[in-house]
């Protein structure tokens, strides 16, 4: 079989859905880069981040059926899948135990080295215009957006860092991603 060199989104997410191998391999080829940067800002390590890439690949191949282009983009469908999948791994007992069981100034060195150079390499990234994207957004409602989608934090630890009520951030949040929305739909 010959490789798939472009494809629309719709006729993707078809061939996706029948199980066409090209047409993963061009999933792989033209998104994991992008999932890539929104899995290393969360997971801040490289080799897990690799790791979380493959699983995220899997569930995307094993739940495209779940995909609803009615509800939204393919890509939108699968950074969700990417943040929630960084954040379960990082959540893990695995991690928390790897973690745990380094010496301290292992645990130091490799907070700060890796935090500071894979968050360098990714400035350089432009998650497919993404940053552009949110940069049309007050800031307030970006920090909301890089704190949920791309820090990996929960709705209720955004509660907690910023001392703003839950319902407040949650209210934010809907709003923010209704505005990228209309951006999205503009451009």
Excluded: C
């Excluded at 999932?35 to 800002?41: A, E, K, Q, T």
């Amino acid at each position: 079989m010959s490789p798939i060199h472009y494809l629309s989104e719709d006729d993707l997410i078809s061939l996706l859905k029948k199980r066409d191998q090209r047409a993963f391999n061009y999933l792989y080829d033209n998104y994991s880069g992008a999932l890539y940067g929104v899995v290393i800002r969360i997971v801040l390590h490289k080799n897990y981040a690799e790791e979380v890439i493959q699983d995220i690949f899997v569930k995307i191949w094993n739940h495209v059926e779940l995909f609803n282009q009615e509800k939204g983009r393919l890509y939108t469908w699968m950074i969700n899948i990417a943040r929630n999948t960084s954040i379960d791994y990082i959540k893990s007992r695995r991690v928390q135990n790897e973690q745990k069981n380094q010496s301290l100034p292992d645990v130091v060195h490799s907070s700060e080295t890796h935090r500071y150079a894979d968050m360098n390499q990714m400035e350089s990234v432009d998650f497919i215009g993404m940053s552009d994207v949110l940069g049309k957004l007050k800031p307030d409602l970006r920090r909301l957006i890089q704190m949920a989608y791309y820090e990996g934090y929960t709705q209720q630890e955004i509660s907690d860092n910023l001392e703003i009520p839950l319902g407040t951030v949650k209210t934010r949040i809907r709003a923010a991603l209704l505005q990228l929305r209309g951006i999205l739909n503009e451009q």
